[in-house]
């Protein structure tokens, strides 16, 4: 099915979360539940989700992140050797400050971190999923590492960790598993030295689809002013796709609607799936159905359409949740537009 539908439509991941759940409109919110009451309303949250996704007409869902505080520190919680009670504050690739967990022995999973939460969501579902974890550059760029002392061998750890969630979460029935990699727009060096290697490690042996999501972050304040100081043209993909294109990678999730990157960089991925973000995520305003298609329309030119996924710039999760319920069906829709096209 997946494979016949054209511009099969998916969101990057995170989704708003009821207000019952966690305060709406920030980053790492607190729940307000707890126990076995914070498990049952995390399974709702996913719920609601899922049901948003399909309604608007969604064609690959996820489950919106609804079971995580924030895409990379729930990951690392739940690993050995991290010490989440006692978080330092370090500086997130290189803009801002944030509490985060501090890396205080060697770094193993023992147990599974989303594997029941993915049967859950396979459960209530037939159409594709696709579940994200955070990868392995952008984990180590967001933990203080009192351990290792060493970004490359924390991150090969991180990769090991990694793939075995990854083939558990593939037997669970996850469709695609994709790796949140906002850090490769930043650290090229290191993506050359060694991140590319531990995102290849980590989809080691994998026969599910593997996607990788790189962007310019969530419209949060220091990432819009990140933005500014990056000038008319947005080039850091081209320092990257050419190394995804060699890789096993199958999707490439990139940023695209009002952003100031080239597309023409699209063609550095050719023959790759591209999820193109035709979805601001940093603005409340909710686009039409036909810039979304003008959107996609352009990405034509360098994506055959075959491989055109359209969706978002990046997670939602800051968005209020009638902003992101508008967001979703435009992006549907847009698609919708485009399909008609190529059908006639
Ligand atoms: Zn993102």
Redesign the pocket.
């Known amino acids: 099915m997946m494979k016949k539908l054209l511009l099969p439509t998916s969101i990057?991941g995170s989704l708003p979360k009821p207000a019952w759940l966690a305060p709406p409109e920030k980053l790492w919110s607190p729940w307000k539940l707890e126990g076995d009451q914070l498990l049952e309303g995390k399974q709702d949250a996913l719920r609601i989700t899922l049901q948003e996704q399909e309604l608007a007409g969604l064609d690959i869902v996820c489950d919106g992140e609804q079971t995580r505080q924030h895409f990379v520190t729930t990951f690392i919680e739940h690993l050995s050797g991290v010490d989440f009670e006692n978080r330092k504050t370090v500086r997130i690739r290189d803009r801002y400050d944030a509490s985060v967990p501090m890396v205080v022995g060697d770094v193993a999973r023992q147990k599974a971190v989303f594997v029941e939460d993915a049967k859950f969501l396979r459960k209530q579902t037939n159409k594709p999923i696709k579940w994200a974890l955070p990868g392995p550059l952008t984990m180590v760029d967001t933990l203080y590492d009192g351990h290792y002392k060493s970004r490359e061998k924390l991150a090969w750890e991180f990769a090991k960790a990694l793939n075995e969630e990854a083939r558990e979460l593939q037997d669970a029935g996850v469709d695609i598993i994709q790796f949140?990699e906002?850090a490769f727009n930043v650290f090229f060096d290191e993506v050359n030295d060694w991140g590319m290697a531990a995102l290849e490690r980590a989809v080691e042996g994998l026969n599910c689809e593997t996607a990788v999501?790189i962007?310019y972050?969530?419209g949060i304040q220091a990432n819009t002013d990140w933005k500014k100081t990056l000038g008319s043209e947005w080039r850091q993909y081209e320092e990257v796709f050419p190394k995804i294109q060699k890789s096993k990678i199958d999707i490439v999730s990139l940023e695209c609607h009002n952003s100031n990157v080239p597309l023409d960089l699209m063609e550095l991925v050719r023959g790759k799936k591209v999820m193109v973000g035709a979805i601001d995520v940093a603005t409340n305003t909710i686009e039409t159905p036909e810039e979304v298609a003008n959107t996609l329309r352009k990405a034509l030119e360098f994506v055959d359409a075959e491989n055109l996924y359209p969706s978002t710039n990046?997670?939602m999760a800051p968005l209020s949740r009638n902003v992101a319920k508008g967001k979703l069906s435009a992006l549907s829709a847009g698609a919708e537009i485009i399909r008609k096209e190529y059908v006639g």
């Open positions: 990057v949140d906002p999501h962007c972050g969530y990046c997670g």
